[in-house]
């Protein structure tokens, strides 16, 4: 979006600060709002772009994205979503299970496309600054490049859903990912009709959201 003294977010003016955070609080994990018409070539380079600039720890950028129309592959890998959302709802107690099933989980064949997120942990060499002690900060650099492609995406009025009912090696295999290239995220991305107001597993009564004060510590854990 054009850097300007305000920002337009769906149609509405607002000072940047509030857009920014008029953003954080729209963003939803789109399920059944997608409506499968196309997104413009450069619309989804704006919200690659503002993926790829997410910080990385020594400037990896271990991230790769995938980008996949193809409605076979969509549909190859929708049914395999499906059986291991059917492996999940067997473990479920009863109770559970008929809430979850109220559920949808993904929208692989009705978004726009999926794009497909990457880790490579090899990326940057054997010495990644900042890596040393903590290897994971490869991955979380990734994840937050998840963070940027969706809050953009959001701000473009499309919207995302994380589909996470799935193997790795099955992905991987579907779309000929490198050995020691992990997928990390199948997102559904896409034009929606609108965005929920309320998160779908909220709605639905799976869980609900913490109050901030309860994730708030001074000083140590125990105050």
Same mark, same amino acid.
């Given at each position: 979006?054009?850097?300007?003294?305000?920002?337009?977010?769906?149609?509405? *003016?607002?000072?940047?600060?509030?857009?920014?955070?008029?953003?954080?609080?729209? $963003?939803?994990?789109?399920?059944?709002?997608?409506?499968?018409?196309?997104?413009?070539?450069?619309?989804?380079?704006?919200? =690659? +772009?503002?993926?790829?600039?997410?910080?990385?720890?020594?400037?990896?950028?271990?991230? +790769?994205? !995938?980008?996949?129309?193809?409605?076979?592959?969509?549909?190859?890998? $929708? +049914?395999?979503?499906?059986?291991?959302?059917? *492996?999940?709802?067997?473990?479920?107690?009863?109770?559970?299970?008929?809430?979850?099933?109220?559920?949808?989980?993904?929208?692989?064949?009705?978004?726009?496309?999926? !794009?497909?997120?990457?880790?490579?942990?090899? $990326?940057?060499?054997?010495?990644?600054?900042?890596?040393?002690?903590?290897?994971?900060?490869?991955?979380?650099? *990734?994840?937050?490049?998840?963070?940027?492609?969706?809050?953009?995406?959001?701000?473009?009025?499309?919207?995302?859903?994380?589909?996470?009912?799935?193997?790795?090696?099955?992905?991987?295999?579907?779309?000929?990912?490198?050995?020691?290239?992990?997928?990390?995220?199948?997102?559904?991305?896409?034009?929606?009709?609108? =965005?929920?107001?309320?998160?779908?597993?909220?709605?639905?009564?799976?869980?609900?959201?913490?109050?901030?004060?309860?994730?708030?510590?001074?000083?140590?854990?125990?105050?």
């Amino acid at each position: 979006m054009p850097e300007t003294a305000e920002s337009e977010v769906l149609g509405h *003016t607002t000072p940047p600060t509030a857009a920014l955070y008029d953003v954080i609080a729209r $963003r939803r994990d789109v399920r059944a709002e997608f409506t499968g018409e196309e997104v413009g070539e450069d619309r989804l380079l704006r919200v =690659l +772009d503002a993926a790829h600039r997410a910080p990385s720890v020594g400037m990896s950028q271990p991230w +790769d994205f !995938v980008v996949v129309r193809d409605p076979a592959v969509r549909r190859t890998f $929708r +049914d395999h979503v499906a059986t291991e959302r059917e *492996t999940f709802a067997a473990s479920l107690p009863e109770e559970r299970r008929g809430t979850f099933a109220t559920i949808k989980v993904e929208g692989i064949c009705e978004s726009s496309m999926g !794009v497909v997120v990457t880790h490579d942990q090899a $990326r940057g060499g054997a010495h990644v600054l900042g890596r040393h002690a903590i290897a994971d900060t490869g991955l979380f650099s *990734t994840v937050l490049a998840i963070q940027n492609l969706w809050l953009a995406a959001t701000a473009e009025g499309l919207g995302v859903g994380w589909v996470s009912f799935y193997r790795e090696e099955f992905l991987r295999d579907l779309l000929a990912i490198p050995e020691g290239v992990r997928p990390i995220a199948w997102l559904c991305l896409g034009t929606v009709s609108h =965005l929920e107001t309320v998160p779908d597993l909220e709605r639905h009564g799976w869980r609900a959201r913490r109050p901030l004060a309860e994730a708030i510590h001074h000083e140590s854990w125990s105050t």
